[in-house]
């Protein structure tokens, strides 16, 4: 398989949840996180999501200070995608949703011409970004799950998190940032510290983490 660079980005709070048993929306980290969320979008030639995160968060993967426009790409096992969700409202890269289960659903006739839909597993999308739509750069911005199967295929680059010290999720089944509590990996990833900003007046320490090579593994 051939693929672009991926990163991802999130925030986690001080229990290591990315959000509430209930799936609370974005919003309850600070504005000087939300800035770094868009400056992360800028070296990006394509933006990544789960269908679950895009709805949750009302997102619209815009970019407008960037003179290209990364794709906007939703990943879904059956879902389809609603007319008046907010992404077909605002200017941005073209959508391609990128259906992963075994039935296609029926697509809504509005959409004629707004979006490009795709039946295919996550690892040929991630080939097809890189091969056919020549995307370098591939910026992931959950959920858990989609993330989680990047973890699993081993693809995760850059690591992007922010550690919401302010905020507690409580509850078993409160995602972490690679899906369920119980549910690990199969395996260590081993990454680098590569950034760390803490800012106590927020509650909040923005951290980067690098893939480490083979060379700087002791």
Known sequence: MQRPQISTNLAISADGKITSADRRPSGWTSKKDHARLRELRQ???ALLVGMGTLIADRMTLTCPSKATPPLRCVISRGRAMDAEHPIFHRDGGPIHLVITGQKLPPIDPLLAGKLTVHHMPLQ?????????????????????????????MDVIDKFHATLAAHTIFTGEHAPTATGALHDYLPRSIPFELKHFEPDPALGECFLSYGRKTADTIQ
Request: aromatic share 6%; hydrophobic share 35%; with cysteine.
């Open 43 to 45: 070296s990006a030639d």
């Open 124 to 152: 040929k999308f991630l080939d097809y970004l890189k091969t056919q739509l020549g995307v370098q750069n591939l910026h992931c911005e959950g959920g858990g799950e989609l993330i989680r199967s990047l973890a699993e």
